[in-house]
């Protein structure tokens, strides 16, 4: 069974430019989440998706963050316009039940915003 | 609100020797559940155990064993017989209920800890 996967692996962009990053979970996980790791700070939750519907997106920092998840599959989150301070690494998670003992990440997508 | 707290910015520990990796957690949540993830120097998120709140006895995965104090709020990770390849950050996490103020099934992470096997 295939594991959740991130692309990119890593991403630079200058400051005011947009970066598309996708999320593939597993095979019939219906909750994806979308969590962010800054240099020096805690893992911060962004989103979570159920199939194709935002269940709750209070971690989102701002607008310029866009979560999207058609058809219930995979998974994009666009930065648009890009800033200094959204550099770090960005997980994404997947599990089949809201209350399951595991939560499985991908590999995470490391961006740099210069 | 849901806090994890872990103070060991980082450790050592000689080769096949046990180590105790310290997380404290707040909730006023009865039901939750308590994740530890191994992250090495490669990046991915390694999930390695988990205990649930109402679990009688404490959850034990190879040489990983969680040693659950709810009077204390405490969820030690136990690295037994430690192995180079243990070296790598560790996070410990909580996951809530939404009725608890969380919207939803999110886990909440500590700081993390770095350990260090050395030969």
């Known amino acids: 069974e295939a594991g959740v996967t991130q692309f990119p692996s890593h991403s630079v962009i200058e400051k005011g430019q947009t970066v598309t990053l996708r999320c593939d979970p597993i095979s019939g996980h219906d909750n994806l989440y979308w969590y962010r790791r800054v240099m020096g700070k805690e893992i911060k939750f962004l989103l979570h998706?159920?199939?194709?519907?935002?269940?709750?997106e209070s971690g989102m920092p701002n607008n310029r963050f866009l979560a999207e998840r058609t058809g219930g599959t995979y998974s994009t989150l666009k930065v648009q316009p890009a800033e200094l301070e959204d550099s770090g690494v960005y997980f994404c998670?997947?599990?089949?039940?809201?209350?399951?003992?595991?939560?499985?990440f991908g590999p995470g997508t490391r961006l740099t915003v210069l | 609100a849901q806090k994890i707290t872990q103070t060991q910015p980082g450790m050592f520990v000689q080769e096949k020797e046990a180590v105790t990796l310290d997380c404290t957690y707040d909730t006023s949540d009865p039901s939750y559940g308590l994740f530890w993830y191994k992250q090495p120097s490669s990046g991915e998120m390694i999930f390695l155990i988990y205990?649930?709140?109402?679990?009688?006895q404490n959850a034990t995965e190879g040489r990983y064993s969680l040693n659950f104090q709810k009077a204390r709020k405490s969820a030690n990770l136990v690295i037994s017989a430690s192995q180079l390849g243990d070296s790598a950050m560790y996070f410990c996490?909580?996951?809530?209920?939404?009725?608890?103020?969380?919207?939803?099934?999110?886990?909440?992470f500590g700081k993390g800890t770095k350990l260090s096997v050395i030969p």
């Open positions: 998670a997947s599990s089949q039940r809201l209350a399951a003992n595991e939560q499985f």
């Open positions: 205990q649930g709140s109402y679990d009688q």
């Open positions: 996490a909580m996951r809530v209920s939404p009725y608890s103020g969380a919207g939803s099934y999110q886990l909440t």
């Open positions: 998706f159920v199939k194709e519907s935002k269940q709750d």
